[in-house]
């Protein structure tokens, strides 16, 4: 196995492993540590399918299971194997999706972060791309942190946010009706378990509020910070390519989709760890 440090602010590139074989307790654990020290980790010309893809998620550690709307139609081949998802805009021959492409997916966010335990790892393996756009880019979260002007770290150091995520829209929700939304208070800014670096934990997408603050306060704090942690100093663009696997750290980094046709097919499978309560 290689690793060779992307020209980026996060990332590596991995050869020379097929991860269509399981890995065992010792291998997983050189992976993990991979994950963790460069945020973003590229495994290219893979091959493996939705069963080793779910296998090898395991080997990382305990899968996450998506709770989705009761309206929400699933694709029939993620219910054969549960923790596998499809984030596809092409639809079979009756016209049902596939697989899901919301637009916030176009806004820099964490994982599940309005959740009480946000994802640890999440995973994509890239079955088809479009012939232009539809990137990833991840930000790097700790030199966001690390960067901020003081003055909006002492706004938020200490204090949590609240994210909330609305499936059924991209805009900011109403935080007066909240009652059928998901939705958890979190850290500001997280230490991270491994490896006890501060990241920034607030995105664009679900974070909606500063703890103490009025929304209508939190928000020009909120703006300033996303503005800082989104510039291109800090971000990562993935081109994809079939067969690319990528596995990213919830917890150090954001992700954002690019645009792209919405008739040329891109389809990728989503698998994820699951994460622990989050500490300041």
């Known amino acids: 196995m290689k690793v060779t440090p992307l020209d980026a602010p996060l990332g590596a590139r991995i050869t020379g492993i097929d991860l269509r074989e399981t890995p065992d307790e010792a291998l997983a654990a050189e992976i993990r540590a991979i994950v963790h020290e460069y945020s973003v980790t590229i495994f290219p010309d893979q091959t493996f399918n939705a069963k080793q893809q779910l296998a090898f998620t395991k080997s990382l550690g305990p899968v996450r299971k998506r709770k989705l709307p009761d309206d929400y139609v699933s694709p029939a081949?993620?219910?054969?194997?549960?923790?596998?998802?499809?984030?596809?805009?092409?639809?079979?021959?009756?016209?049902?999706?596939?697989?899901?492409?919301?637009?916030?997916?176009?806004?820099?966010?964490?994982?599940?972060?309005?959740?009480?335990?946000?994802?640890?790892?999440?995973?994509?393996?890239?079955?088809?791309?479009?012939?232009?756009?539809?990137?990833?880019?991840?930000?790097?979260?700790?030199?966001?942190?690390?960067?901020?002007?003081?003055?909006?770290?002492?706004?938020?150091?200490?204090?949590?946010?609240?994210?909330?995520?609305?499936?059924?829209?991209?805009?900011?929700?109403?935080?007066?009706?909240?009652?059928?939304?998901?939705?958890?208070?979190?850290?500001?800014?997280?230490?991270?378990?491994?490896?006890?670096?501060?990241?920034?934990?607030?995105?664009?997408?679900?974070?909606?509020?500063?703890?103490?603050?009025?929304?209508?306060?939190?928000?020009?704090?909120?703006?300033?910070?996303?503005?800082?942690?989104?510039?291109?100093?800090f971000v990562y663009e993935h081109q994809w390519s079939v067969g690319d696997f990528v596995i990213w750290d919830n917890l150090a980094v954001t992700h954002a989709r690019t645009h792209f046709e919405i008739g040329d097919d891109r389809r990728l499978r989503r698998s994820k760890v699951s994460g622990d309560k989050l500490v300041a």
């Open 77 to 233: 081949s993620s219910y054969e194997t549960p923790g596998i998802a499809y984030v596809s805009n092409i639809r079979d021959e009756n016209g049902e999706p596939t697989g899901v492409i919301p637009d916030g997916e176009m806004w820099f966010h964490h994982d599940t972060c309005y959740t009480d335990e946000p994802d640890k790892f999440t995973m994509l393996y890239s079955i088809a791309v479009p012939k232009v756009g539809g990137n990833t880019m991840w930000g790097n979260m700790y030199q966001a942190w690390d960067t901020l002007p003081e003055d909006l770290k002492k706004e938020i150091h200490g204090k949590n946010a609240l994210n909330v995520y609305d499936y059924a829209t991209i805009d900011k929700p109403d935080l007066e009706n909240l009652e059928n939304i998901e939705k958890a208070w979190q850290p500001c800014v997280v230490t991270h378990p491994q490896n006890g670096r501060e990241a920034l934990f607030v995105n664009r997408l679900m974070t909606c509020q500063i703890e103490g603050l009025s929304v209508e306060d939190s928000s020009p704090i909120l703006d300033s910070i996303f503005d800082h942690a989104e510039q291109r100093q």
